[in-house]
């Protein structure tokens, strides 16, 4: 992490810059995401969206200064306001917090916690050391204090290699093996007791994927059954504190080869009450709301499920437009 | 793709599947054009002198395919060897990056599956699209002078009139062939 760059490099699949949709640029200059009018017209009113949060991913949570990551995290905050929460209404923020430093970060969650612009504080998903480590918990006491929700997602560079056996060569492999990262924060934030710390935490998981999590439960719940011993400050099985805890976003959307396993996969765990539809504007693997589910039978009231009641039981009535007083 | 971006409104000539969608100026070399042609965005690529015309539209997500990039497809006959082949008849997707072929309309990343929709596009004179507008499928016996309508007779005044030929080359997509198996 030298300045606002990390050395691993920043996402540049083939032919997008910045990660985003070709067609995102503002005509207006600046870049892609930046841009409140072009912003309306290609997102907001092109899909009649009512709701839609920030996830601002500059580098903010990663910088290695405490200072000058909690002062950049505080600015994109103030220009969220400025810029983005206060011209549009449809429009909420997420909390950015020096994520490796647990006292600063809740100092900022604490400073805005009361606004009801913002819905959810915003980690990312590769941090400096697994996320149910003790140094974190500032964060989620600062959550729980406020009743905040905490959004994970995709992205960050740690230092840490991406797969648990090495740096990759290539961007696919970064935008495949995510999912890898995701699975051992979750592993972390069951075992090391976070949800038994805070029992009303409520996580989200932003574009990791969702396929992979009744597999996970499963394999959680078996070892628990021979390894409890070792956890004892657990009081349920692995699976309910996620059933409890734990919502993911849409995008990527999992793709079966046959569409109806779609479904299946649905019907497993509880993804039907935990998926939140994510279009991942501006970036380049961006879902269209009307395009992105599979061409198949989707359970009744799925959709609306998905689009709207799992976000508003995840994020409250926060989310509901409100006149700024 | 926002209604503005569309540049013109193609006009129909003969059958009601060719449509001009402009001059030959209009879309120099390396430049290309989105039209809506007969309710449909089309765009029309200038690619060294050949036109290829597709749907505006990924048959993957719906994406605005036309507002992408050109490219080529990428060879590479050794490791650390690459050559760019067919550049500029590729359009690749904003949104996602799907690649199509302008010549065929083909995928090359679900061949069997997916392809974009495309159009014959034709380069033709003038003067053969005016006689091919319906309605005016060239002068009739009664129009050409020196024989006047019957009955009428020629009265002592003549207004001064002047040659007009039309010598522009016009781009013609025909939105009526068959989609290619």
Redesign the interface.
């Known amino acids: 992490m030298l300045g606002r760059w990390s050395y691993s490099g920043t996402n540049y699949?083939?032919?997008?810059p910045n990660a985003a949709?070709?067609?995102?640029w503002p005509p207006a200059g600046g870049p892609p995401g930046s841009n409140l009018p072009f912003l309306r017209?290609?997102l907001l009113d092109?899909w009649g969206i009512d709701i839609a949060i920030n996830n601002p991913l500059f580098h903010s949570a990663v910088q290695r200064h405490p200072h000058y990551t909690a002062a950049l995290a505080r600015a994109i905050n103030e220009w969220q306001i400025g810029e983005w929460t206060d011209p549009e209404p449809r429009i909420k923020a997420s909390i950015c917090v020096p994520q490796e430093e647990g006292d600063l970060a809740a100092a900022e969650i604490d400073r805005l916690g009361d606004d009801p612009n913002f819905v959810q504080i915003l980690l990312v998903i590769r941090g400096a050391e697994p996320l149910g480590r003790r140094r974190y918990w500032p964060i989620y006491e600062a959550a729980v204090r406020h009743n905040l929700p905490i959004g994970i997602h995709f992205g960050g560079q740690g230092g840490n290699p991406l797969t648990g056996t090495g740096w990759p060569s290539y961007y696919i492999e970064d935008h495949t093996g995510m999912a890898q990262s995701f699975q051992g924060q979750l592993t972390s934030l069951i075992f090391e007791g976070v949800f038994e710390q805070f029992p009303t935490l409520r996580v989200c998981l932003i574009e990791g994927g969702f396929a992979w999590l009744p597999t996970l439960m499963w394999r959680m719940d078996a070892a628990y059954k021979r390894l409890h011993e070792e956890v004892p400050h657990l009081k349920k099985l692995p699976s309910e504190y996620i059933r409890d805890h734990i919502w993911l976003s849409t995008q990527p959307m999992e793709e079966p080869f046959k569409p109806h396993q779609f479904t299946q996969l649905l019907r497993h765990g509880t993804l039907a009450d935990r998926l939140i539809f994510a279009t991942d504007y501006p970036h380049?693997?961006?879902?269209?709301p009307?395009?992105?589910l599979p061409k198949t039978k989707l359970p009744e009231e799925f959709e609306q499920k998905l689009f709207f009641q799992n976000a508003l039981d995840f994020y409250g009535e926060r989310l509901l437009p409100r006149v700024r007083g | 793709?926002?209604a503005s971006q569309v540049s013109n409104v193609a006009l129909g000539v003969d059958d009601g599947t060719r449509f001009v969608v402009g001059t030959v100026d209009d879309i120099p070399p390396g430049s290309r054009k989105v039209i809506l042609v007969n309710g449909r965005e089309i765009g029309v690529f200038n690619v060294n002198g050949e036109y290829f015309a597709v749907l505006n539209r990924c048959p993957h997500?719906?994406?605005?395919l036309c507002?992408?990039?050109q490219?080529g497809f990428l060879v590479a006959p050794l490791p650390g060897e690459y050559q760019l082949s067919r550049p500029g008849e590729v359009i690749?997707c904003?949104?996602?990056?799907w690649e199509f072929d302008l010549r065929t309309g083909q995928s090359w990343c679900e061949p069997s599956k997916v392809r974009v929709r495309r159009y014959d596009v034709s380069v033709e004179s003038g003067e053969t699209l005016v006689a091919a507008v319906p309605g005016e499928d060239g002068p009739t016996e009664a129009e050409t002078d020196p024989l006047a309508p019957p009955g009428l007779v020629k009265g002592p005044y003549k207004a001064e009139t002047f040659p007009v030929s039309i010598e522009q080359q016009y781009i013609v997509v025909d939105v009526g062939g068959r989609r290619p198996s």
């Open positions: 699949p083939k032919e997008s949709r070709v067609d995102s017209e290609q092109e380049w693997d961006f879902d269209a009307d395009q992105a | 793709m926002a997500q719906g994406g605005p507002s992408g990039r490219t690749r904003p949104w996602h990056g």
